[in-house]
């Protein structure tokens, strides 16, 4: 099943986490020219590669002369700015003994959430991948504070997984693969190998599986997957620090764990509207409303809302929740809040009476509405 699963994958974004990247004394050189020497395999093979990689606080640290990552905002985003350089420059050193050029690109969440920017990032990745140089992308923690954070790097490789169109996603970390509970406390804990479905269930294992060093432990892992899973690409979670991990991975061997696909790719605009947009508001609808929207692929009338939550402008991104507090949908606004307020539970004909205009016969309408993941 995993062979017939990554038969075909030529476009792969590879993932690898703090705690992989570094060593007592600061990065861990060794893993990155293995890791290194593994890539430049693949890229002789024709395969196109896309490195997310965390690592620039952890590897600023020593640096600095810190232990433990600083509290504060300014603190964390100096350690970024001193320990990037190195970052950068150990994988430039490292590919470029195989004859490989690599690129350095740096992101915040506010940056995809612009339309227009998150194009301008894409065409430069393909552009990068088409002269065959080697894009290393990670956060831009020097200037990224909470509100414009993807929150860790997971939800970013998730994120540039369907930006660039790849076929699959491998998230490298310091586990062998997702567990029944934590294998770092319990030796019994069982492996899973394959998962077709990711529950409820899954993600309270991965629930408790924290992160050692990085902000993502295993459940930002999963939720990437599921992210993913629903544009029709699996993800392998598996341990970085195994020697050949990503030449093991496409021989089929048993490592890590395979997460399985579901559904067809979305349009990239519905798929930026779903994920990369960081939701304003939140509009409460009924039962009649939610089946009008995902069973029968309808637009959000004002008559199925029983309540706002949020304050928001017109095309701002919000949630759709059923009345037990579920998202079930994302889209962009038509309305600002303010007059949604007014006209929910209203019939359409019924806006111009109540705000005195009618721009839009919808609150959101369905080419700007995208079904979530459901659990």
Same mark, same amino acid.
């Given at each position: 099943?995993?062979?017939?699963?990554?038969?075909?994958?030529?476009?792969?974004?590879?993932?690898?986490?703090?705690? +992989?990247?570094t060593a007592e004394e600061g990065l861990n050189r060794e893993?990155?020219?293995?890791?290194?020497?593994?890539?430049?395999?693949?890229?002789?093979?024709?395969?196109?590669?896309?490195? +997310?990689? *965390?690592?620039?606080?952890? *590897?600023?640290?020593?640096?600095?002369?810190? $232990?433990?990552?600083?509290?504060?905002?300014?603190?964390?985003?100096?350690?970024?700015?001193?320990?990037?350089?190195? @970052?950068?420059?150990?994988?430039?050193?490292?590919?470029?003994?195989?004859?490989?050029?690599?690129?350095?690109?740096?992101?915040?969440?506010?940056?995809?959430?612009?339309?227009?920017?998150? @194009?301008? #990032?894409?065409?430069?990745?393909?552009?990068?991948?088409?002269?065959?140089?080697?894009?290393?992308?990670?956060?831009?923690?020097t200037v990224a504070v909470e509100e414009i954070k993807f929150?860790?790097?997971?939800?970013?490789?998730? @994120?540039? $997984?369907?930006?660039?169109?790849?076929?699959? @996603?491998?998230?490298?970390?310091?586990?062998?693969?997702?567990?029944?509970?934590?294998?770092?406390?319990?030796?019994?804990?069982?492996?899973?190998?394959?998962?077709?479905?990711?529950?409820?269930?899954?993600?309270?294992?991965?629930?408790?599986?924290?992160?050692?060093?990085?902000?993502?432990?295993?459940? *930002?892992?999963?939720? #990437?997957?599921?992210?993913?899973?629903?544009?029709?690409?699996?993800?392998?979670?598996?341990?970085?620090?195994?020697?050949?991990?990503?030449?093991?991975?496409?021989?089929?061997? =048993?490592?890590?764990?395979?997460?399985?696909?579901?559904?067809?790719?979305? $349009?990239?605009?519905?798929?930026?509207?779903?994920?990369?947009?960081?939701?304003?508001?939140?509009? +409460?609808?009924?039962?009649?409303?939610?089946?009008?929207?995902?069973?029968?692929?309808?637009?959000?009338?004002?008559?199925?809302i029983t309540a706002i939550k949020g304050n928001f402008d017109?095309?701002?991104?919000?949630?759709?929740? =059923?009345? $037990?507090?579920?998202?079930?949908?994302?889209?962009?606004?038509?309305?600002?809040?303010?007059?949604?307020?007014?006209?929910?539970?209203?019939?359409?004909?019924?806006?111009?009476?109540?705000?005195?205009?009618?721009?839009?016969?919808?609150?959101?309408?369905?080419?700007?509405?995208?079904?979530?993941?459901?659990?």
């Open positions: 099943m995993r062979l017939a699963t990554l038969k075909g994958a030529r476009r792969i974004v590879v993932k690898v986490g703090s705690a +992989v990247l893993i990155i020219e293995n890791l290194s020497a593994e890539l430049s395999r693949f890229k002789r093979e024709q395969f196109d590669i896309v490195l +997310v990689s *965390s690592g620039a606080i952890a *590897s600023g640290l020593k640096k600095v002369g810190l $232990t433990l990552q600083p509290r504060s905002i300014p603190e964390k985003q100096a350690v970024a700015a001193v320990g990037q350089g190195s @970052l950068i420059l150990a994988y430039e050193e490292a590919f470029g003994r195989y004859g490989e050029k690599v690129a350095q690109i740096l992101l915040t969440r506010e940056d995809l959430s612009s339309r227009r920017r998150y @194009l301008n #990032a894409r065409n430069t990745i393909f552009t990068l991948l088409n002269w065959s140089i080697i894009p290393i992308i990670n956060e831009n923690d929150g860790d790097n997971d939800m970013l490789a998730a @994120l540039i $997984t369907s930006l660039v169109e790849a076929d699959l @996603l491998i998230c490298l970390t310091d586990i062998d693969a997702l567990y029944d509970s934590d294998p770092r406390i319990n030796p019994r804990a069982r492996r899973l190998s394959l998962v077709e479905n990711i529950t409820g269930q899954i993600e309270k294992m991965a629930s408790g599986i924290p992160g050692s060093m990085g902000r993502g432990g295993m459940l *930002s892992k999963i939720k #990437a997957a599921k992210m993913v899973s629903s544009q029709g690409i699996p993800t392998i979670i598996a341990n970085g620090k195994v020697p050949y991990i990503l030449e093991k991975i496409f021989a089929g061997e =048993d490592y890590g764990t395979l997460f399985q696909p579901h559904g067809r790719r979305m $349009t990239s605009r519905k798929y930026w509207i779903a994920f990369t947009l960081k939701p304003r508001g939140i509009l +409460v609808v009924d039962d009649g409303a939610k089946k009008a929207v995902m069973v029968n692929g309808k637009s959000l009338l004002p008559s199925g017109v095309g701002a991104p919000i949630h759709c929740v =059923d009345q $037990t507090g579920e998202a079930f949908a994302a889209g962009l606004v038509n309305y600002a809040s303010a007059e949604i307020e007014k006209i929910k539970g209203h019939n359409t004909q019924e806006i111009a009476v109540i705000l005195g205009h009618k721009d839009y016969d919808e609150v959101i309408h369905r080419d700007n509405l995208v079904i979530l993941p459901q659990s």
